[in-house]
Nanobody, 120 residues
């Protein structure tokens, strides 16, 4: 069984920084893309940042220049460094990854979410 466990959320003042981590564990054969999404209650979940297995990255326009996604393939971990945070970044942040476990098919996996609150 594969699990994604996030950490690093919390309360921060506007202009501050947080670093989210998401570690994948279990019988992992390979990991393809890893992403961070966020969701505000009552709104659709939105893609924040993506990183491929080769290290190519893509960001939502709203976070470009402020957030940085990275990954450590040896640790099966993805990070989201969030700088110059704004109140509108307040949301629940979810880790997502496409993983092949054992010798099974590629599947989508989600973390449980971590809350980020930015005060003005």
């Amino acid at each position: 069984q594969v699990q994604l466990v996030e950490s690093g959320g919390g309360l921060v003042q506007a202009g501050g920084s947080l670093r989210l981590s998401c570690a994948a564990s279990g019988s992992i054969l390979d990991i393809n893309t890893m992403d961070w999404y966020r969701q505000v209650p009552g709104k659709q979940r939105e893609l924040v940042a993506t990183i491929t297995s080769g290290g190519n990255t893509n960001y939502a326009d709203s976070v470009k220049g402020r957030f940085t996604i990275s990954r450590d393939n040896a640790k099966n971990t993805v990070y989201l460094q969030m700088d110059n945070l704004k109140p509108e970044d307040t949301a629940d942040y979810y880790c997502h990854a496409i993983i092949r476990a054992g010798w099974g098919p590629w599947r989508d996996y989600w973390g449980q979410g971590t809350q980020v609150t930015v005060s003005s």
